[in-house]
């Protein structure tokens, strides 16, 4: 079994300080994690992925995560938050035991302001 | 280009009706998934397919079907069966069924009038 908790529905900060989503994941199995951008009425995108390789994993538009088991988290960072960031934020787990279905969180809405 | 494509973005239903959505592929992947979002709860699955001919339910499965005859294509048929069809459905598709990435369509909003 596989799940995942996005600990904030709702995150808000200012333009120019840091970003922090946090994720934590449930797995019976070695997993895979992401995290999915996805702005409204469209498609989600992917910003970053965890295959097992580098723990600290770099994405696009500046944004990081950690995968960190003993805590059983994978939270996103951005050092400094540009307007064009608002948007929801889903973190994603899967794992070659599951299937391939992939579980989403509910998501976590960022909102940026002046 | 690469890519999924969902057609079309807007689609208004009558209820009662069936109505057919849309979603090609171009990438080559084997599996292929239809999510519906809704408000504050995420994507839930409906029905996923990692090979040609075949398909499962996902976890919202009543008052839908859909066929995988060709690689590239998914249609989901939203059914008179399905209570409260209005929302927004995503298509997803990866490259196999092990740890890769889905990359998802542009969604189509569907509403009930």
């Known amino acids: 079994a596989q799940s995942v908790t996005q600990l904030d529905s709702h995150v808000s900060v200012s333009e120019g300080t840091p970003v922090l989503l946090r994720c934590n994941y449930s797995s019976s199995y070695s997993p895979s994690l992401f995290w999915y951008v996805q702005h409204p009425n469209k498609g989600l995108q992917l910003l970053l992925k965890?295959?097992?390789?580098?723990?600290l994993v770099k994405g696009i538009n500046g944004f990081e995560a950690e995968f960190k088991k003993s805590e059983t988290s994978f939270h996103l960072t951005k050092p400094s938050a540009h307007m064009s960031d608002a948007a929801e934020y889903f973190c994603?787990?899967?794992?070659?035991?599951?299937?391939?279905?992939?579980?989403f969180g509910t998501g976590t809405r960022l909102q940026v302001t002046l | 280009d690469g890519g999924i494509t969902q057609s079309p973005k807007y689609l208004f239903r009558k209820e009662g009706q069936n109505v057919t959505l849309s979603c090609e592929q171009n990438?080559?992947?084997?599996?292929m998934y239809w999510y519906r979002q809704d408000p504050g709860q995420g994507l839930r699955l409906i029905y996923y397919s990692q090979i040609v001919n075949d398909f499962q339910k996902g976890d919202i499965a009543e008052g839908y079907s859909v066929s995988r005859e060709k690689k590239e294509s998914f249609p989901l048929t939203v059914t008179s069966a399905q209570k409260n069809p209005t929302a927004f459905y995503l298509c997803?598709?990866?490259?196999?069924?092990?740890?890769?990435?889905?990359?998802f369509g542009q969604g189509t909003r569907l509403t009930v009038v």
């Open positions: 994603v787990v899967t794992s070659t035991g599951t299937a391939s279905k992939l579980t």
């Open positions: 990438l080559n992947h084997d599996a």
């Open positions: 965890y295959t097992s390789a580098a723990t």
């Open positions: 997803a598709s990866r490259a196999d069924s092990g740890r890769t990435e889905a990359f």
